[in-house]
């Protein structure tokens, strides 16, 4: 399958590191991140298994170690929101074979529906647009509306009308 981008480039998006306040008044920072696995593996493993969606992330320790490791090999560019000292969100930018990037973004039970995906999103595609990714995609549930809207906001566009799955796409920069 050959996958559709917009013609029109998304945006704009500023690049972490930053800080914001989300609806619940809560400092949120979102920063880069590739100093290795382990503030992630606390957060993924209190992850409410409601959660989770298209088998990820995987549900004990080990499994999370490995899942966290591939995409440290896979060269995922990382971006994380912190409350504290605390890791909060994820959200990833991970290369596929034709030269384009998946998205992948958790943010905990607690601090849903804040902002914080937003954010965090937004941080993670003006990361990408610094690093030269021009176009990304990601595929979601159907029946998950609140992060198709989030999608949509921030400029994702659905590109099939096929299987279970949404696929959407949004183009980073324009072609060169």
Excluded: C
């Amino acid at each position: 399958m050959t996958r559709e981008y917009p013609d029109d480039v998304a945006g704009p998006y500023e690049a972490p590191p930053y800080e914001f306040e989300d609806r619940e008044g809560r400092v949120i920072e979102v920063e880069r991140y590739d100093d290795g696995i382990e503030p992630l593996l606390e957060m993924y493993a209190a992850f409410d298994p409601e959660d989770r969606a298209q088998g990820i992330p995987p549900t004990n320790e080990d499994q999370i170690r490995t899942w966290l490791e591939t995409l440290v090999e896979a060269d995922a560019l990382n971006v994380i929101a912190w409350h504290g000292e605390a890791p909060i969100g994820h959200a990833m930018l991970v290369p596929d074979d034709g030269g384009s990037f998946e998205l992948a973004i958790f943010v905990l039970r607690e601090y849903q529906n804040a902002g914080i995906g937003t954010g965090l999103i937004e941080g993670l595609l003006g990361a990408g647009r610094e690093d030269g990714v021009e176009r990304v995609w990601l595929s979601v549930e159907r029946w998950n509306k609140p992060a198709i809207t989030l999608y949509r906001k921030v400029g994702f566009r659905p590109t099939d009308d096929g299987s279970f799955e949404l696929e959407m796409s949004a183009r980073l920069t324009s072609d060169a």
